[in-house]
Nanobody, 130 residues
Framework: QLQLVDSGGGLVQPGGSLRLSCAAS????????IGWFRQAPGKDREAVSC????????AYRASVKDRFTVSIDNAKNTMYLQMNDLKLEDTGDYYC???????????????????????WGQGIQVTVSS
């Protein structure tokens, strides 16, 4: 069974940090493009970051650039999203995803690319609040 299980969300104050984890089973993460998406209440799902292991390329949505870092631990078959200097607008449900998608700036900035990811975590809630 191909599965992604994400964890690590929670409540944090503005300026704080969280690290989201997403463990894969049944397939090798490094063979796929990986991505992190989020959905704020009342808004559409949007891409936050993506990464392609085959070329070692990562891309970030402009609003999270220099604050978020995507990574993958091949030995653990797990992907991570390190989130620093969190802001109120980072609140939402975060999803990890994997698919036959080559990461690019377009993937994280243009709508609709989530359709190309066919493996999804169950979603984790991140709440940034004072």
């Amino acid at each position: 069974q191909l599965q992604l299980v994400d964890s690590g969300g929670g409540l944090v104050q503005p300026g704080g940090s969280l690290r989201l984890s997403c463990a894969a089973s049944g397939f090798t993460l490094a063979d796929y493009g990986i991505g992190w998406f989020r959905q704020a209440p009342g808004k559409d799902r949007e891409a936050v970051s993506c990464f392609s292991s085959n070329v070692g390329f990562a891309a970030y949505r402009a609003s999270v650039k220099d604050r978020f870092t995507v990574s993958i631990d091949n030995a653990k078959n797990t992907m991570y999203l390190q989130m620093n200097d969190l802001k109120l607008e980072d609140t939402g449900d975060y999803y990890c995803a994997a698919g036959r998608v080559q990461c690019s700036e377009t993937v994280v900035n243009a709508p609709g690319w989530d359709a190309w990811y066919d493996k999804w975590g169950q979603g984790i809630q991140v709440t940034v609040s004072s």
